[in-house]
Structures are given as C-alpha cells and as structure tokens.
C-alpha cells in the first residue's frame, strides 16, 4: 500500500534551517507528481509548493519563495523541502502528499501523518 513518512522536523531557531524528507512506498515514485502541505494551529492547511514528476517545481506560497526550495529524488523514492531562513510564522505541521498523477493539477490521494516544525528563540 501506499506509504508517505515524513521525517527531519523539529525546533529551530529564527533564521535556521531544516530539511524535511518524505520517504515512500507502494507506488511508482517516479510518475507522480508530490506536493508539500502545512497546518498552523488555528489556521487553515496551506500548500507549501508542488513537484510535477518531471522535477517542475511550482506553486509555492508566496511566504515562502525564496526560501524553500522543493526537490525529488527518485532513485530513494523521496521528496525534500529545504526551508531556509526560517521564521516564527513557519513553525506548522508539514505534510507530505501525493498526487494522482504527474501533474500539480491531478489531486492529492494520500497524505502522510505529517512531521511537527516550530520556529522560536
């Protein structure tokens, strides 16, 4: 079955960085395009940015272009967000999820359980 498992998050300090990974199974990694969420407490989930399966990268939020950065790996049948200069307001569940095909406009269909990032001092 499908499986997405995130790992990497944590607490960083204002101005860090971290590098989340979403490792998964049970599908053909490589034909689907994978895109990063995230959920603040109290806000609505966000879409953080989008991989096509072709290594196209679009759709980020605009709070976070620039500094993160979204990549795959298909050889380990992994995905990436490197997220730098880290704020406050990042601190959010990330999760991981796939699309229904290679494209940012197919739906996501699974989820991961998501991995905890708090920004603070």
């Known amino acids: 079955q499908v499986q997405l498992v995130e790992s990497g998050g944590g607490l960083v300090q204002p101005g860090g960085s971290l590098r989340l990974s979403c490792a998964t199974s049970?599908?053909?990694?490589?034909?689907?395009?994978m895109s990063w969420y995230r959920q603040a407490p109290g806000k609505e989930r966000e879409l953080v940015g989008t991989?096509?399966?072709?290594?196209?990268?679009?759709n980020y939020a605009d709070s976070v272009k620039g500094r993160f950065t979204i990549y795959r790996d298909n050889t380990k049948s992994t995905v990436y967000v490197q997220m730098n200069s880290l704020k406050p307001e990042d601190t959010a569940v990330y999760f991981c999820t796939k699309r229904g095909g290679a494209y940012s406009s197919d739906g996501v269909d699974y989820w991961g359980q998501g991995t905890q990032v708090t920004v603070s001092s």
């Open positions: 991989i096509t399966s072709s290594g196209r990268t679009l």
């Open positions: 049970g599908f053909t990694f490589s034909s689907y395009a």
